[in-house]
């Protein structure tokens, strides 16, 4: 990656520049011409490609035989390319060979239209093209990478990341997912080297100092899951219970940590067979881990890219929660291999069938492999409360949001399109029952594989596997943005108890004024009854008898989270529930849903905020490690409000005598009888507690610190990470320089990290500041970057502050690195969103009229929302709550 710093410049002189680099990348959306999908004159069946990466130049050699049907006289073939140069073109038909004087691009469209002096014959035809391009430093296309080995030695490789839209930048090809075809690919690579494609290879030739390699030909599938990775490699492997050879590569020498990745996909891929009832349809699947990639994995057909923080897993120096997020991402990329793969979205506008799915399925395949993990009740702290927290703003988007331009595709990689996508399908799950609705997916996969689907395929199959209307009901939670709040009250007789529903959009800015409705599957259990009652409100109001319950009953609306809407319950029905949280008669999903939804009510201002943390007394007895970390996290949004006021001491205060004492109990060394959440719970308190002045945490943290670096005793691998933080966010130079000295010595990615993410949390501006170079510097890869500015940002308000005028200094070396991906957006959130004042709001506002950020215009207005949002909040409760800190003597 680039990374030289622009020299300081002058206002003027910068705001030119930045303009001007700006207008050199894509367009926006108001700038952009209609989009025309390739026309269907003239279709791919199979290609051949021959692909020569040079390792040390940084380029690529190819050349490409197209097997094509010509359905309408036409004397011009138009297909994707970009960033690639043609050297020849020509078509053969019959045995007759024409070629081509007139190849044109267009770099705008990202095309390449090869004009033949007459007409081509109707049938089948090849194209030939030879071609060179780059291995780019941009994380997209065909691109270079390397790692350092831990002999100090470097590898570079060349890999690649298609989706959404760059397999153009490898080979010219019809690069729109609907357009299906076979592969049969060739690559040429240096002899001591790892080649790897989607398929086994069936022929390797040595000549002289490099290796020729031909692998066999791929079932028919979209461009963007064609793979193929060049470098050195170890790697592990095993058969799982259907035959199927799995590899983990890994960097030389740390074959090792492959092995439980390895565990996970033997597990996962029976799973998902006998679940989907249909196997596996290649013969192997290879999972490799590569040191730069935009997203955390991409699930290339048989060939299945991680970031090595997602796949690889040391055994002494691994947490409990990385080892969690490896298998989650396992889980999710081998679910694409049936749901993405076999049969893929017909457009881009219904991504989520891809990601949705996978991102539920997830869940359950890593509920068979560790029952034990309880990440049911996770998903509900993580996944669930992601698209609640989203999904409320103005600027969100329906599940399935129309796209038109490949340049729009990579703004709905979002929450929406993961966590409300699963989240509907978790819920649709619940409503139609785990057999019918299993039944149905595999209907579904059985009757579209090798082709693409639309939504309503999916509803179809699921309606005719439960006899339920799918559509009528499901489409009024993905065509629109949002989802409901029911307003819950209770009527009693001697003899009966009714529940009064009624719903309204549930918006973060508290406004009352939609007329939205969804069809709603609802839930009730009762203090007498546990057994579920399902009711679906089909209407603005409803009732519900509630059967077996009696007067004076608490009533659980939504057990365990399963319905994405937010419950109000009046004042009688809360304070019933209290007592059963404080006592635990509820289950830990519904203590958890309570404390969200009483937030996120507060929040939005549909109640007091104040009023908030006093019945947030009713929770002094939970000891969950997933209710207590939603309570952290939502007292840390509080805390974001109020750090740079005086009353943030006392907020401090509160938390240190809600957590310290969990502590104490929970201990800070493993147990014999600890479970998996417990080292979770215990992580949490530990970093909690060290940002918010706890002197006897602080001091045990440097102690354990200075044996650390001093080589004695080693802290645990699952509170390492919090334990860095405290000593980073309490201490100074000595400290900085420690854990730089760390990071420079190991070589696993996971403990680098860890450390780069710490390294800005400090109070010294100085140290600040070195970390944001640092962030751009050569020893932090770049697809770590946003994340290494972000720990800056989290730094108080001083952070804040200091992190955007350095991303508005630097803003054009960050458009040349992430302009129109993914980590672009990751970018603008994570340096905008947490302000708390308008004067904030119109700088951001103004700096982003005058500067473009391609693709990232919708996390802009999100992140502009909730700048609005936030000010509003501290406007509207921030005296109340500073006054109620006082009044309890904080």
């Not at 690889?312 to 969690?324: A, E, Y």
């Not at 793969?341 to 539920?360: C, D, K, R």
Request: net charge negative; hydrophobic share 40%; proline share 4%.
């Amino acid at each position: 990656m680039s990374t030289i710093l622009l020299s300081s410049l002058r206002s003027v002189s910068k705001s030119v520049t930045i303009i001007r680099l700006a207008r050199s990348f894509r367009m926006s959306a108001s700038q952009r011409k209609p989009f025309e999908h390739l026309p269907s004159t003239v279709v791919p069946s199979n290609y051949t490609l021959y692909l020569h990466p040079d390792l040390v130049k940084n380029s690529f050699s190819g050349k490409e035989t197209i097997d094509v049907e010509v359905k309408e006289s036409v004397n011009a073939v138009k297909m994707n390319s970009a960033e690639i140069e043609i050297q020849s073109a020509s078509f053969t038909s019959g045995g007759n060979t024409v070629s081509s004087s007139d190849i044109k691009t267009n770099a705008e469209d990202e095309t390449l239209t090869v004009t033949f002096p007459g007409s081509l014959p109707l049938g089948s035809g090849q194209i030939h093209l030879n071609f060179t391009g780059i291995l780019n430093d941009k994380l997209r296309g065909f691109y270079r990478s390397c790692y350092t080995a831990g002999d100090g030695s470097k590898h570079p490789i060349a890999v690649t990341q298609f989706e959404s839209t760059d397999a153009r930048r490898a080979f010219p090809c019809w690069d729109e997912p609907a357009i299906k075809a076979t592969f049969d690919v060739t690559l040429v690579s240096p002899v001591a080297s790892v080649a790897l494609s989607n398929m086994p290879a069936v022929k390797e030739e040595v000549q002289d100092s490099i290796k020729i390699t031909t692998y066999d030909r791929t079932p028919i599938m979209s461009t963007y899951l064609v793979a193929f990775v060049v470098g050195e490699f170890d790697y592990v492997e095993a058969r799982d219970k259907n035959d199927v050879l799995i590899r983990v590569y890994t960097p030389v020498g740390k074959s090792e940590q492959g092995q439980f990745a390895l565990d996970v996909a033997v597990q996962c891929m029976p799973f998902y067979a006998d679940y989907f009832e249909i196997k596996y349809d290649l013969p192997k699947l290879d999972m490799i881990a590569v040191p730069t990639l935009s997203f955390g994995a991409m699930e290339n057909w048989g060939l299945v890219t991680y970031r090595e923080t997602a796949l690889l897993v040391d055994p002494l120096n691994t947490s409990s929660g990385t080892k969690q997020w490896v298998a989650l991402v396992v889980g999710h990329e081998l679910a694409h291999q049936w749901f993405g793969n076999l049969v893929t979205m017909q457009w881009w506008t219904h991504l989520w069938l891809n990601e949705g799915f996978a991102s539920w399925i997830e869940y359950l395949c890593v509920d068979h492999c560790f029952p034990s993990w309880d990440i049911w009740l996770q998903y509900v702290n993580m996944d669930f409360s992601r698209a609640l927290e989203l999904d409320a703003l103005d600027n969100s988007h329906p599940i399935e949001v129309p796209v038109g331009h490949p340049e729009e595709v990579d703004e709905i990689f979002d929450a929406i399109s993961y966590c409300k996508g699963n989240s509907v399908i978790r819920m649709l799950h619940n409503w139609l029952g785990a057999e019918k609705f299993r039944k149905g997916l595999a209907l579904y996969l059985k009757r579209h594989q090798y082709k693409n689907a639309l939504t309503e395929h999916l509803w179809a199959a699921l309606e005719e596997s439960s006899g339920q209307p799918v559509n009528k009901v499901m489409s009024t939670w993905t065509g629109q943005i949002g989802y409901p709040m029911l307003t819950v009250e209770v009527v009693e007789t001697s003899d009966s108890v009714t529940l009064n529903l009624k719903q309204q959009k549930f918006c973060a800015n508290g406004d009352n004024s939609s007329d939205q409705q969804w069809l709603v599957p609802v839930t009730v259990v009762t203090q007498s009854r546990d057994t579920p009652q399902t009711y679906l409100l089909d209407g603005r109001e409803g009732q519900i008898v509630l059967e077996g319950a009696r007067p004076g009953d608490w009533v659980k609306v939504n057990p365990n989270q399963i319905g994405l809407f937010r419950v109000k319950y009046s004042d009688d029905l809360l304070k019933r529930l209290l007592p059963a949280v404080k006592n635990q008669a509820l289950s830990s999903a519904d203590r958890l849903g309570i404390q969200q939804d009483l937030f996120a009510l507060a929040k939005a201002g549909y109640s007091s905020t104040a009023n908030l943390l006093t019945l947030m007394g009713s929770y002094s007895t939970e000891r969950n490690y997933v209710v207590l970390s939603s309570i952290n996290t939502n007292l840390s949004d509080l805390g974001g409000l109020f750090n740079h006021l005086p009353c943030y001491q006392q907020f401090k205060a509160m938390r240190r005598q809600i957590f310290s004492k969990i502590l104490t109990e929970v201990g800070w060394e493993n147990k014999e009888t600890d479970g998996h959440t417990d080292a979770l719970l215990r992580s949490m308190l530990i970093g909690t507690l060290g940002h918010s002045g706890d002197t006897e945490v602080i001091e045990k943290c440097n102690d354990m610190f200075k044996q650390h670096i001093s080589g004695g005793k080693q802290i645990p691998a699952d509170i390492r990470g919090s334990v860095y933080s405290t000593v980073r966010a309490n201490g100074g130079n000595d400290e900085y320089q420690d854990l730089l000295t760390l990071f420079n010595k190991t070589d696993l990615h996971e403990e680098r990290d860890r450390i780069q993410r710490v390294l800005g949390c400090g109070p010294d501006a100085d140290l600040r500041a070195k970390t944001l170079d640092f962030s751009l510097s050569d020893a932090v890869r770049s697809n770590d970057t946003p994340f290494v500015i972000g720990g800056v940002a989290k730094a108080g308000w001083e952070g804040r502050d200091q992190t955007w005028a350095f991303v508005k200094n630097k803003y054009p070396i960050f458009l040349e690195r992430y302009s129109g991906g993914f980590l672009f957006q990751r970018l603008v959130q994570t340096t905008c969103a947490s302000f708390v004042d308008m004067e904030k709001y119109k700088d951001v506002e103004k700096f982003f009229s005058e500067n473009k950020a391609p693709s990232a215009e919708r996390a802009i207005k999100q992140s502009l929302e909730s700048i609005k949002l936030r000010a509003g909040w501290l406007e509207r409760d921030g005296e109340a709550v500073a006054q109620w800190f006082k009044d309890r003597g904080f």
